[in-house]
């Protein structure tokens, strides 16, 4: 998990309510990543980015939101419009360029009360 | 359409004896492959990737996989399991239709592997 921290670890949400998902980086990567992971579907991409101030809707956007003020820190926001919020959500980060591999936080345990 | 596939949810081995976890993909284009593994509730850590060259790549704790473009597989192998060898492993491509230096990846559903002491 190194270089990159996730915050927090568990968080609890009541329906109807916005949180956000802390992600830092310390590995001087360009790319930054967001994934939703549910049990038996593997990882779905939210949104990345390549650049500050510069993001891009992945395969499951709908009811999220980001923002990429700073290299190191690229926070998701799950919205009151997400119907089903309750999953497992990882960052990642990658030097620019092709084939390079993803790092990965430790994640964040969203639930939805 | 672009795709990973692992066919096994589940795979069951010995401590000792070689393991295979099974992916195969559809791409267009030259593929650029990669081995994650996960143990529970952490994040994925890389393992090893093919980019180009030799077919059979070696990664980290002892885990190699074989590219093979006829059968457009990529198993990832280990020639002796560990019970710590435990866990969900993932198989995953990059999406070939972006273009840039971004590396989006198109995963596969993971295969727990199980290691029985």
């Known amino acids: 998990d190194g270089g990159i921290t996730q915050s927090p670890k568990y968080l609890f949400r009541k329906e109807g309510q916005n949180v956000t998902l802390s992600c830092e980086q310390n590995l001087n990567h360009d790319a930054m990543y967001w994934y939703r992971q549910d049990p038996g579907q593997g990882l779905r991409l939210i949104y990345y980015?390549?650049?500050?101030?510069?993001?891009q809707k992945g395969d499951i956007a709908e009811g999220y939101s980001v923002s990429r003020e700073k290299k190191e820190s690229f926070p998701l926001t799950v919205t009151s419009a997400q119907k089903n919020p309750t999953a497992f959500y990882l960052c990642?980060?990658?030097?620019?360029?092709?084939?390079?591999?993803?790092?990965f936080g430790p994640g964040t345990r969203l639930t939805v009360l | 359409a672009q795709s990973v596939a692992q066919p096994e949810d589940q795979v069951n081995v010995a401590e000792g004896n070689p393991l295979t976890v099974k992916c195969t993909y559809s791409v267009s284009g030259n593929p650029y492959l990669f081995w994650y593994v996960q143990y529970p509730n952490r994040g994925l850590q890389f393992l090893l990737k093919?980019?180009?060259?030799?077919?059979l790549v070696k990664g980290s704790y002892g885990f190699e996989a074989e590219f093979n473009k006829s059968q457009t597989s990529f198993h990832l192998k280990k020639p002796s399991a560990l019970v710590s060898d435990s866990a969900l492993y993932f198989c995953a491509v990059r999406d070939m239709g972006r273009s840039g230096g971004y590396n989006k990846l198109i995963f596969g559903a993971g295969t727990r592997l199980a290691v029985h002491p």
């Open positions: 990642a980060s990658s030097k620019q360029g092709i084939g390079n591999e993803q790092f």
């Open positions: 980015s390549q650049i500050v101030n510069d993001f």
């Open positions: 093919y980019i180009t060259g030799d077919n």
